[in-house]
């Protein structure tokens, strides 16, 4: 046959000479399926085969044999032996206690707990706990006591209600909110005169004074017994200090409670930031020293600036001044801030004491 007729039939019929007809094996693979190496160098276009036939080899040859396994990658874990790292060891018991830390040092690993405390000074313990007594002058303020009485804290051992000569149910309502409470009669007339006779029948090592008409929240009284614990002796509440307020200050109040507050840090050389405030914690074994004899609002200026006169270490805590409950308040500001005024001057270091001076000038 003419070479022309040989080419047109395969043009014709769509296949080239190296194609082999459906059911035949490729003439270009190998036996056992496999591309040979005339095949291969067709695929990638070498000299001596046709760079269109590639293709139409790749489809018609069988598949190919399943690949190698890979390389294990930076992912995959190491196979051999010698290339796998040794398991880190479990952690102990004393390693869980004190976490690894860069600045620890090697003796620290396994010692002491972290619950531990070290102690700052040989002769530090555990603070002993000390009795307190709260002592609540009360002037018809049967309305006021449940709310104070429901809020005072369990430090409190004891609590001296002192009546003075109230017509209301006071004595009764203190009795049913706190049946332990301890109610005792005012012997004379004042809001000095009833402190002095609480302070005169609390049994507790630290005393504490705060009002009865809901202007004083006894959740603080915590914190004046922590200066108490930590070695101060006569602890008082400021309204002008980070933390403390007062929602009851009027402008004659607050501009009298400044004026005097000059005259004492003046007058005695202190630092303090509040003076007519009545919520205070001492001591009761410097009751003596405090050598307490007013009778009316004045005591709260007197036992202040008694204490600064015996040396006493004086420590003042944050405290809100909230308004009064219910009532009205037996506080006359002008009266009472003259009566202050003449005890901070009259107590004044250097000055003739009044229990020195004759009976006509008290």
């Known amino acids: 046959m003419p070479p022309d007729a040989d080419s047109r039939r395969a043009r014709s019929s769509g296949s080239s000479p190296a194609q082999a007809g459906p059911g035949r094996r490729a003439p270009d693979t190998a036996p056992d399926g496999s591309p040979t190496a ?14 269109e036939a590639a293709p139409s080899a790749a489809l018609l040859a069988p598949p190919a044999a399943p690949a190698a396994p890979v390389a294990p990658t930076a992912l995959t874990a190491p196979t051999t032996p010698a290339a796998t790292p040794s398991a880190p060891a479990a952690p102990s018991a004393s390693d869980r206690a004190v976490p690894d830390h860069p600045n620890r040092r090697a003796e620290d690993r396994g010692g002491r707990r972290r619950t531990d405390r070290p102690m700052r000074r040989s002769g530090d313990g555990v603070v002993p706990t000390h009795t307190v007594s709260l002592v609540i002058p009360a002037h018809n303020e049967a309305r006021n006591i449940p709310w104070v009485f429901e809020q005072i804290p369990r430090c409190v051992d004891e609590v001296i209600l002192v009546d003075g000569a109230s017509s209301d149910a006071t004595v009764p309502m203190a009795r049913y909110c706190l049946p332990t409470v301890r109610s005792v009669q005012q012997r004379g007339r004042g809001k000095g005169d009833a402190l002095r006779t609480g302070f005169a029948a609390a049994g507790g090592e630290y005393i504490v004074m705060m009002d009865a008409d ?58 303090l930031t509040d003076l007519c405030y009545g919520y205070c914690a001492f001591r009761r074994s410097f009751l003596d020293a405090l050598d307490l004899r007013s009778t009316g609002f004045e005591i709260e200026a007197e036992m202040v600036a008694h204490a600064l006169r015996s040396g006493l270490r004086i420590a003042e805590v944050p405290s809100l001044e909230l308004p009064r409950r219910s009532g009205r308040s037996h506080l006359h500001a002008v009266s009472d801030g003259r009566r202050v005024l003449r005890t901070l001057i009259a107590e004044r270091p250097g000055a003739r004491s009044s229990a020195d001076a004759p009976a006509g000038e008290r």
């Not at 005339?38 to 760079?51: M, R, V």
Request: hydrophobic fraction near 40%; glycine fraction near 16%.
């Open 38 to 51: 005339t095949a291969d160098a067709s695929a990638d276009g070498s000299p001596g085969h046709s760079p």
């Open 214 to 271: 809901g202007s004083m929240w006894p959740g603080e009284i915590p914190h004046f017994l922590h200066f108490l614990d930590n070695g101060f002796d006569f602890v008082k509440g400021s309204r002008c200090i980070a933390g403390g307020g007062s929602l009851d200050f009027t402008r004659v109040r607050s501009l009298g409670n400044r004026a005097l507050l000059a005259v004492v840090n003046r007058l005695y050389g202190a630092r």
